[in-house]
């Protein structure tokens, strides 16, 4: 018999989810993570993961007045004149994103991970965006590309079990969930555990579900998404 979570455990397993981009062609299903915007989403009002603040006051400008498309020009041509100012660089891709101009957006960003190769949002951002106007395979190449280069390259493993899922290789993403929670770090293992909860529960293994929120409540008792 599935034991039944108690009522702390079943609040967690709704909405157990950890953000992580989701990066699928902009055709695809919604399928959004928590407060995780979807492609969608990010094509039309939703601010870049690595960019936030830095457009905070164009966020709010009215598409229909026109705005943002000079907005846009006076920032390309700053940005040309301070190419190296990363700031600058995050809210001009903001801003491309908004007139839905998403090719231009990864050039931008490009320029960015290139200044600040380290900011893994801003990698992730460039993934999400390629997945939307080119397509899953590429996403995966994009996530490929960066997981080599980076220092730590968990925030892309994360992003490829994701993309692994939403494809529907469903069991195989959390076969590799459960392959990288015997190397991972401490500091890593309670994410990844409340990642597969919410794909066991996806799978309708409850009692799976439940004890990797356990582990998590045993190992970190303050964590706040298991409470």
Request: hydrophobic residues 50%.
């Amino acid at each position: 018999m599935t034991p039944t979570p108690r009522p702390h455990l079943a609040g967690l397993l709704r909405r157990a989810a950890v953000c992580l981009p989701l990066i699928l062609p902009a055709a695809a299903p919604a399928a959004t993570l928590d407060e995780t915007p979807s492609i969608d989403g990010l094509l039309g009002t939703a601010p870049l993961m690595g960019t936030e603040g830095a457009g905070q006051g164009v966020v709010s400008l009215p598409r229909s007045l026109g705005l943002l498309g000079a907005e846009e020009e006076t920032l390309r041509q700053r940005a040309e004149a301070d190419p190296r100012n990363i700031a600058l660089l995050k809210q001009l891709a903001l801003v491309q994103v908004r007139n839905g101009h998403p090719e231009a957006a990864i050039e931008t960003l490009e320029k960015v991970h290139a200044l600040a190769p380290q900011d893994a949002m801003i990698a992730l951002d460039i993934a999400r965006l390629v997945g939307a106007t080119q397509g899953a395979p590429a996403a995966r190449a994009a996530l490929e590309r960066f997981r080599t280069a980076a220092a730590d390259p968990f925030p892309f493993e994360l992003a490829l079990v994701q993309l692994d899922h939403d494809a529907g290789a469903t069991s195989a993403a959390r076969a590799r969930i459960a392959q990288m929670l015997t190397t991972a770090p401490e500091a890593q293992k309670g994410r990844l555990r409340l990642l597969l909860a919410r794909y066991l529960l996806a799978a309708g293994d409850t009692a799976g579900a439940a004890a990797q929120v356990e582990s998590v409540l045993v190992s970190e008792p303050a964590n706040v998404d298991a409470l």
